[in-house]
């Protein structure tokens, strides 16, 4: 492990404190694999010692030892309105004196449906699940279920949670061969997950020939997050939805990152598209664990108790996440929230691009409403295989330079900066000056 002392640069007259993190990632490495609950905030990737988070404002993040960083991570996507907007933790404080959890209908679940529909009008009905994976799990039974097929399409280096038939990724070789990306995932199941290359039709098409007749769905994130930002080509997703309408099958579109940030609607609003069943998350919950999943009517109606196909969950519409849902939805559109967020990551994008002219031929940015990311290889991001190209070497001295001047984004360069509409001007000025000096010294 690289030395992370001066991470807390600010602190350093606080040392006990400081020991006190370090004593708490230890104990974290011990209750916990890895020391965490989800894989990427060990900072692997970084060789770093991780961040133990005491709590979060606005657009601000402050560590165990009370240093504040300006937040991009945004818990990944769910803050679009910043942390703890009052609203929202007012919603929460009031739902959750009323009991936390009924295993019956509520009203709120209705109002959020409702908000959900008003905006991704082609999601005639829907089901709340508890997290983006569960909804795109359930998705993708509900696909075969419908289609009466069993193959599934996805896209190399999209994400779409970690149920088994979607840790799978392209064998080496044939594109045609499709392997686990995780141990446990069975040969029969990653088998039945088809990969194909993003804004590469072509290799969809291959897909469907040579799967004739057998497959259920095609499942894309519109605007691919989770390598980094990659952006759809320019009548790539019509070309899919083409294509894939013309073997019969469904159309899934992930927008558990999308969805209330590249527009209200989604990429299905920005794109103008109709997907067949769409899969939400994050920003639908402001924060707290939510997912959905929903369509054509006569999609959902697969579902039991009035359909062959299962699907439940204990604590699907928990009232709390559904109030903290409603409360965000509604303060993202008084906000105007995501237009603020837009410009936001406009300003950011526009000046770093001015500022870091002299890299072009080391750094690409790629960035779409309010999700970017600073790609340290030159030229076109496409797909998986150009990201793979990037300098993970001098990622790494860059984030390592960066979260000690007091910038909290993902230790990975494989993810997106978030912006929020919490994000002031004087954050953004901070950022580009913190940005611009690390990135020469990366090169010098
Ligand atoms: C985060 C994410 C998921 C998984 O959501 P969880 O709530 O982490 O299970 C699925 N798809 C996409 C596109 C995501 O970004």
């Known amino acids: 492990m690289t030395n992370n002392n001066n991470r807390n640069k600010n602190n350093n007259e606080n040392n006990i404190e400081k020991s006190e993190e370090?004593?708490?990632?230890?104990?974290?490495?011990?209750?916990?694999?890895?020391?965490?609950?989800?894989?990427?905030?060990?900072?692997?990737?970084?060789?770093?010692?991780?961040?133990?988070?005491?709590?979060?404002?606005?657009?601000?993040?402050?560590?165990?030892?009370?240093?504040?960083?300006?937040?991009?991570?945004?818990?990944?996507?769910?803050?679009?309105?910043?942390?703890?907007?009052?609203?929202?933790?007012?919603?929460?404080?009031?739902?959750?004196?009323?009991?936390?959890?009924?295993?019956?209908?509520?009203?709120?679940?209705?109002?959020?449906?409702?908000?959900?529909?008003?905006?991704?009008?082609?999601?005639?009905?829907?089901?709340?699940?508890?997290?983006?994976?569960?909804?795109?799990?359930?998705?993708?039974?509900?696909?075969?279920?419908?289609?009466?097929?069993?193959?599934?399409?996805?896209?190399?280096?999209?994400?779409?949670?970690?149920?088994?038939?979607?840790?799978?990724?392209?064998?080496?070789?044939?594109?045609?061969?499709?392997?686990?990306?995780?141990?446990?995932?069975?040969?029969?199941?990653?088998?039945?997950?088809?990969?194909?290359s993003y804004n590469d039709i072509d290799s969809v098409k291959n897909l469907f020939l040579k799967n004739n007749g057998r497959i259920a769905a095609v499942i894309i994130e519109p605007v691919a997050a989770n390598m980094g930002v990659v952006l759809p080509d320019e009548g790539f997703l019509k070309s899919l939805f083409e294509l894939t309408h013309g073997n019969n099958a469904l159309i899934i579109f992930d927008e558990v990152i999308t969805g209330f940030r590249v527009s209200m609607g989604g990429a299905q609003e920005l794109f103008e598209l109709k997907p067949d069943i769409t899969c939400l998350g994050k920003i639908i919950g402001g924060g707290l664990p939510i997912g959905a999943f929903g369509g054509k009517k006569d999609i959902m109606e697969y579902l039991s108790p009035i359909g062959p196909v299962y699907q439940a969950g204990t604590l699907s519409g928990n009232p709390i996440c559904v109030a903290a849902g409603i409360a965000t939805l509604k303060a993202i559109e008084d906000d105007d929230a995501v237009s603020k967020a837009n410009e936001a990551a406009r300003y950011l994008v526009n000046n770093l691009t001015v500022e870091l002219k002299k890299f072009q031929d080391n750094i690409t940015i790629n960035s779409i409403s309010s999700l970017l990311t600073i790609f340290f290889k030159k030229g076109n991001i496409n797909n998986f295989h150009d990201v793979m190209e990037t300098n993970t070497e001098q990622f790494k001295k860059f984030f390592g330079i960066i979260i000690n001047k007091g910038l909290f984004t993902a230790p990975s360069q494989y993810e997106a900066m978030f912006l929020s509409s919490a994000h002031s001007k004087d954050d953004l000025d901070q950022t580009i000056i913190v940005i611009t000096k690390a990135v020469e010294q990366v090169f010098n």
Not at 27 to 33: D, G, L, N, T, Y
Not at 50 to 60: E, L, N, Q, T
């Open 22 to 196: 370090s004593l708490l990632i230890r104990q974290a490495a011990e209750i916990m694999p890895g020391g965490v609950n989800s894989p990427v905030r060990a900072f692997r990737a970084v060789d770093m010692e991780p961040v133990i988070i005491k709590r979060a404002s606005g657009s601000k993040i402050y560590d165990y030892n009370n240093t504040e960083y300006i937040d991009y991570v945004m818990s990944y996507g769910p803050m679009l309105l910043g942390h703890a907007d009052k609203r929202v933790v007012d919603a929460v404080k009031k739902a959750s004196e009323n009991g936390f959890s009924f295993g019956a209908t509520t009203e709120n679940e209705i109002v959020l449906a409702k908000l959900i529909n008003r905006h991704f009008p082609s999601i005639e009905m829907l089901r709340l699940v508890n997290s983006g994976t569960e909804a795109v799990m359930s998705a993708i039974r509900l696909a075969r279920g419908y289609t009466g097929k069993e193959k599934i399409i996805k896209f190399e280096g999209c994400y779409h949670g970690h149920s088994d038939s979607m840790l799978v990724k392209a064998g080496s070789g044939a594109l045609t061969t499709s392997v686990p990306s995780s141990a446990g995932i069975t040969k029969c199941t990653s088998e039945d997950t088809l990969v194909a």
